[in-house]
């Protein structure tokens, strides 16, 4: 089955760029999206197909996806985004499924 | 504005079937789009459970596939998710959502969630 490897952890000060990897075979030839999950509330998309926003996602949020590592990147990082990201592909080798990454805390200083 | 909103006991003994409903409102079922199940054990991350069509297709994970059934009531605008046999594993916030499909229709995403329900499994 298809793996999505995350950083368990990135730190960032306030106003800096935070940038989250994930990493999975030949994931360019995919499409990647992005959820944001803050304590105790339901994930929330915040980037799909590789770099597009969903209606009310900050301009901060963008996506990129090339060779084997999908980014999502967060720019002028403010104390709310302190939050666990995940990416998600959908496998189609797999008889239809769905994948996530393993996840990256991301703490804002 | 599609929302979506999990039930069901929030406590099962080991060994009995845990069964979920995902109530749909904003949006009708039978017009199309996949539904899906998701689940979170504790501190733990994200794992896609299955998914089904309006007209009742379904697809689960390889890993649960012998034990999950997930059907389709277009009447109520609802879906459900039935997991037999139930261990301690299989303690988690379960939720529900609408799947989307990528522009270039070759990709799957999940842009609406319900909150969210926790079910322990516990004698």
């Known amino acids: 089955s298809y793996v999505l490897t995350q950083p368990p952890s990135v730190s960032v000060a306030p106003g800096q760029t935070a940038r989250i990897t994930c990493g999975g075979n030949n994931i360019g030839s995919k499409s990647v999206h992005w959820y944001q999950q803050k304590p105790g509330q339901a994930p929330v998309l915040v980037v799909y197909d590789d770099s597009d926003r969903p209606s009310g996602i900050p301009e901060r949020f963008s996506g990129s996806n090339s060779g084997n590592t999908a980014t999502l990147t967060i720019s002028r990082v403010e104390a709310g985004d302190e939050a666990d990201y995940y990416c998600?592909?959908?496998?189609?080798?797999?008889?239809?499924?769905?994948?996530f990454g393993t996840g990256t805390k991301v703490t804002v200083l | 504005q599609v929302q979506l909103q999990e039930s069901g006991p929030g406590l099962v003994k080991p060994s009995e079937t845990l069964s979920l409903t995902c109530a749909v409102s904003?949006?009708?079922?039978?017009?199309?789009?996949?539904w899906g199940w998701i689940r979170q054990p504790p501190g733990k991350g994200l794992e896609w459970i299955g998914s089904?069509?309006?007209?009742?297709?379904?697809y689960y994970n390889p890993s649960l596939k012998s034990r999950v059934t997930i059907s389709v009531d277009t009447s109520k605008n609802q879906f459900s998710l039935k997991l037999s046999s139930v261990t301690a594993a299989d303690t988690a916030v379960y939720y529900c959502a609408r799947v989307s499909i990528a522009a270039a229709g070759d990709s799957y995403y999940f842009d609406y969630w319900g909150q969210g329900t926790l079910v322990t499994v516990s004698s």
């Open positions: 089904i069509y309006h007209s009742g297709s379904t």
């Open positions: 998600q592909v959908w496998d189609s080798s797999s008889d239809h499924h769905y994948v």
């Open positions: 904003g949006y009708s079922i039978s017009s199309g789009y996949y």
